[in-house]
């Protein structure tokens, strides 16, 4: 699972870069395209990832204090709030797309696009493995002494955190 | 994560709220009247979040120093790519 997460992250981490060095190229583009952004979507996004990883971290302590359903319930409302995301994300695309900033409008678009869609398809691939965790989890499947799938699987929702972390200021607040 | 050790629920709350009152402040220092500032806050709120997050949630701080130190160097990579572009576009302005 690490050398799964570096190569994701490496991944991640070219495409900031090359957004980076393309805002620094066409720096008053982006900034009128970054300005068409609704900052509070943004901050709405953030928070409800960082709620669902942290009921996702909150379920691994109960797995290893031998409550089992807790961990289960617990990572049923990380699936509710990455589920608010991935609505407030979709709604927010939705607006994007029928107000003509598709991802051939310019290039921050074409970036942000790419970049966020990138991110997106990772926090559905999340919620179906915190789905099949907390399946698992109400079954009884995961004990103190094994529950390494349940960690690599939350281990991974930790990933899209992180770089959801590092995504937020640079695509929607450094103007 | 360690499957030996585990971070108690008290840190996870304040880790968790921690990173709430983090994504604010991003949100509030972007939209200082500054050339300077808003951007020395965001990238170092983010890099506080990404530390939480490192060490809390993915229970890093007592485990395999190595990871700990590659998923801490990340965000600071990424941190520097995007701050030496955005000072660099300040002093291009």
């Known amino acids: ?175 | 994560m360690a499957s030996h050790a585990s971070v108690s629920r008290k840190t996870l709350v304040v880790s968790w709220v921690a990173l709430v009152l983090l994504s604010v402040i991003t949100v509030m220092a972007g939209q200082f009247d500054h050339r300077l500032l808003p951007g020395v806050i965001v990238l170092l709120a983010g890099l506080a979040k990404a530390w939480l997050i490192v060490d809390h949630f993915m229970e890093l701080r007592q485990a395999h120093q190595g990871w700990r130190l590659a998923m801490l160097g990340w965000p600071v990579v990424m941190a520097l790519a995007i701050g030496l572009a955005f000072f660099w576009r300040l002093g291009a302005g």
Request: proline share 1%.
């Open chain 1, 1 to 175: 699972m690490w050398f799964f997460i570096l190569a994701e992250l490496a991944v991640f981490g070219l495409l900031i870069v090359a957004f980076s060095v393309t805002e620094s190229l066409h720096a008053e583009a982006f900034r009128a395209s970054r300005a068409l952004l609704d900052t509070s979507t943004g901050l709405t996004l953030t928070l409800s990832l960082l709620t669902s990883g942290f009921f996702a971290a909150l379920a691994v302590t109960q797995v290893k204090q031998q409550q089992s359903r807790q961990a289960a319930l617990l990572l049923l409302a990380a699936v509710g709030s990455a589920l608010f995301y991935v609505v407030i994300k979709f709604r927010e695309y939705n607006h994007l797309a029928y107000a003509g900033l598709d991802i051939e409008y310019d290039t921050f678009f074409t970036l942000y696009w790419i970049l966020t869609g990138f991110h997106f398809l990772h926090v559905l691939l999340g919620l179906v493995i915190l789905g099949f965790m907390a399946m698992r989890a109400w079954r009884g499947a995961y004990t103190p002494a094994h529950c390494r799938n349940l960690e690599s699987g939350v281990l991974y929702w930790h990933m899209v955190d992180l770089v959801w972390v590092m995504l937020f200021p640079l695509v929607y607040v450094l103007n």
